[in-house]
């Protein structure tokens, strides 16, 4: 059962941006706080952002917030994640997750019981 579907991964140089989407598939998270999240093989998954129900409020790790920025458009049920200036380390797995409200800003992945199968981030020096 997918519950979300993420998508607009792929290789790039190092410099270029990305945007990924998280849209809805059997889970509907219109009432739902949304984050994202990365994880490389032999590391655990990395909390990147979080955003509110309303897109209102977001949140983000000290290690992206400068070139991080989530957001989402609850018409079409769809979280995005943009990615600017990507660099080498930055490629991994990217996740995102929901958790249904009431919800707070956390980047713990065990708070999220909703999640997709990921999208891959490849870049390139």
């Known amino acids: 059962q997918v519950q979300l579907v993420e998508s607009g991964g792929g290789s790039v140089q190092a410099g270029e941006s990305l945007k990924l989407t998280c849209a809805a598939a059997?889970?509907?998270?219109?009432?739902?706080?949304l984050a994202w999240f990365r994880q490389t093989p032999g590391q655990e998954r990395e909390g990147l952002a979080w955003?509110?129900?309303?897109?209102?409020?977001?949140f983000y790790a000290d290690s992206v917030k400068d070139r991080f920025s989530v957001s989402r458009d609850n018409v079409k049920l769809e979280g995005y994640l943009k990615i600017d200036n990507l660099k080498p380390e930055d490629s991994a797995m990217y996740y995102c997750a929901a958790h249904p409200s009431p919800c707070s800003p956390d980047l713990s992945p065990a708070y999220y019981g909703f999640w997709g199968q990921g999208t891959q981030v490849t870049v390139s020096s």
């Open positions: 955003i509110s129900i309303g897109g209102g409020g977001t």
């Open positions: 059997d889970y509907n998270p219109i009432r739902s706080c």
